[in-house]
């Protein structure tokens, strides 16, 4: 079976053939990042206006050499995300569903993020504890089949992203802050400036990330932003966001007793996140490589075909709040 999913909810236009919810057959994503950098942010204006430019070149090569009568189905990001960064995406399935008489799927995006890992040569089994750490949430979620999602930690305030993407910004590097500060971090010295973990003895599996924020902003009062200064900051605030991502994780498994972890989402792509939690965890861990943990089409086709819900095009919508 042969999915074309299609991935709009942020500032990315994505689409892709995935044969079989395991096969790859075509991912491709075009970003309007280069607009936002200097803007510390995404601006939903320009992204979408970007996405409703960039849809009809990413599908064509999306599709590759297929014909449309090789599409089985169609898959869409129905939420959560931007409203007209979503809009594009969506109405753009229900019109090709319709006009070319598909099935249409509607998915939820922090879904997409979770099954990333049925992309990997050895998917996951279940009972399966996933960290889902993207720009705009931070969950832990308890699967124990497909489509069975329990959410049993999640942050107070801001995301794990959002907190790299906010003290970066303190530290004036360009919007997304997570890579920035990743890369900074490599040369860096962790142990530098000593940053609160917020809530890792808090005996629950909740996060909180507004503290090391805050935390940041003093520190940069008190400091001359030399380059050095910079990438000291930098590992400092990575180990700090870390730890706790990595700790509170294996409190959960242990809690609900389970032996595989997985991750998803964009901080998932952190090197020093994948390196961390392996060095901490004995059982079975899953990670997708970095371009499957950011926003695709292809984790958006593989929920479709491993959960197949069909949605009538006349009665989809995108919904910015959407839950699971
Ligand atoms: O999942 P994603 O691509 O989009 C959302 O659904 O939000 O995640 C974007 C977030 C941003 O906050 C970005 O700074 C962060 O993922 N990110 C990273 C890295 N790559 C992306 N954070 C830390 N280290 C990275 N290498
Ligand atoms: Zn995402």
């Keep these: 079976m042969r999915v074309l999913g299609i991935e709009t909810s942020c500032d990315e236009t994505a689409a892709s053939v995935v044969i079989n919810g395991r096969r790859v057959y075509t991912n491709i994503v075009s970003s309007s990042l280069g607009k936002h950098a200097k803007t510390g942010g995404i601006i939903p204006e320009i992204a979408a206006r970007e996405q409703a430019k960039a849809m009809i070149p990413v599908l064509k090569l999306a599709l590759g050499n297929l014909s449309v009568k090789q599409i ?162 930098s590992a400092s605030i990575q180990e700090a966001i870390i730890e706790v991502l990595v700790e509170k994780t294996i409190k959960a498994a242990q809690k609900y007793k389970v032996k595989n972890i997985a991750l998803g989402g964009g901080v998932a792509a952190n090197i020093r996140l994948r390196q961390a939690i392996k060095e901490r965890w004995g059982g079975k861990l899953f990670i997708p490589p970095p371009p499957l943990c950011t926003d695709n089409g292809a984790v958006i086709a593989t929920v479709a075909f491993y959960n197949p819900k069909l949605t009538n095009w006349s009665k989809l919508e995108a919904k910015p709040n959407l839950t699971y």
């Design 72 to 233: 089985d189905i169609i898959a869409v990001t129905q939420g959560p995300g931007l409203i007209g960064s979503l809009l594009v995406g969506v109405e753009t399935a229900k019109t090709l569903s319709y006009v070319w008489d598909k099935p249409l799927i509607a998915v939820n995006h922090m879904v997409g993020h979770i099954y990333a890992n049925w992309l990997l040569p050895k998917p996951p089994t279940f009972p399966l504890l996933v960290l889902l750490v993207s720009g705009g949430h931070t969950e832990l979620v308890l699967m124990k089949d497909h489509g069975k999602y329990k959410i049993v930690g999640s942050t107070r305030d801001d995301a794990a992203g959002e907190a790299f993407d906010k003290t970066a910004r303190l530290l004036g590097l360009p919007y997304p802050g997570g890579p920035q500060i990743s890369k900074l971090a490599e040369v860096g010295n962790p142990s530098k400036y000593p940053l609160p973990r917020p809530m890792l003895e808090s005996g629950d599996l909740d996060f909180s990330f507004s503290g090391l924020k805050t935390a940041v902003l003093s520190l940069t009062k008190k400091v001359s932003l030399t380059p050095k200064v910079k990438r000291d900051i």
